[in-house]
């Protein structure tokens, strides 16, 4: 996929979530996967990749894109719940720390932190 004006950017993300949501999942995860190739920046199309990932019991691949979403968003309390699940039912100790480290210093409420 080559670079994308702002709304070719948004018009892939509407099909990909479009095919997520009617269940095609390796359909939508390659359209997020191509699209975080070249737009990495793109925090919805790093969660999503955590979503349908962590959905599929693959943890250790969606605790990165769920990391890189944070980055980008931190303040987002839906990343934030994904990747806690993500990291309980599959992270390492060093997913664990990460995550931890990370949300310490999050500018997220306290009941998302909890």
Known sequence: MA???ATE?????S???KLQNAGRLDDALKIYQ???????R????????????TVEGRF????PHLYAAAQLKPNEGAIWKVWTEAVALGGDASAEAQFL????SAPVPVSIKI
């Open 101 to 104: 480290t990370f949300l310490k």
């Open 34 to 40: 191509a699209l975080i190739k070249d737009h990495p």
């Open 60 to 63: 250790s691949g969606a605790i």
């Open 3 to 5: 670079v994308l004006t």
């Open 15 to 17: 099909e990909a979530l």
């Open 42 to 53: 793109i925090a919805e199309a790093q969660y999503q990749v955590g979503v349908i990932m």
């Open 9 to 13: 950017i948004q018009k892939t993300y």
